[in-house]
Nanobody, 117 residues
Framework: QVQLVESGGGLVQAGGSLRLSCAAS????????MGWFRQAPGKDRERIGV???????DYADSVKGRFTISRDNAENTVYLQMTSLKPEDTAVYYC???????????WGQGTQVTVSS
């Protein structure tokens, strides 16, 4: 069964750091492009970063320089390292992968990140 499971969310003070994990099962993450998204209450979902199958990354301007995507092929897991967190980073964070189609068709359940001021 193709599945993504996020973990690592929580409550952190502004200026702090968190690392989110996205563990894949049923497929090999390094063979597919994936992305990290977030959705804050009342706002549209925002794509904040992507990693291609060959490891190239790109980030939204809102997180560039603060967030970093990495991958552990042995663990079949992708990480989102978040630093210098701001209250406006508060959202539910999701990872997704383009497994079956050219769109993001496989999604994790989401993990809540709350940044207090």
């Amino acid at each position: 069964q193709v599945q993504l499971v996020e973990s690592g969310g929580g409550l952190v003070q502004a200026g702090g750091s968190l690392r989110l994990s996205c563990a894949a099962s049923g497929f090999t993450l390094s063979s597919y492009s994936m992305g990290w998204f977030r959705q804050a209450p009342g706002k549209d979902r925002e794509r904040i970063g992507v990693m291609t199958w060959n490891g190239n990354t790109d980030y939204a301007d809102s997180v560039k320089g603060r967030f970093t995507i990495s991958r552990d092929n042995a663990e079949n897991t992708v990480y989102l390292q978040m630093t210098s967190l701001k209250p406006e980073d508060t959202a539910v964070y999701y990872c997704a992968a383009k497994v079956k189609t050219l769109a993001y068709d496989t999604w994790g359940q989401g993990t809540q990140v709350t940044v207090s001021s």
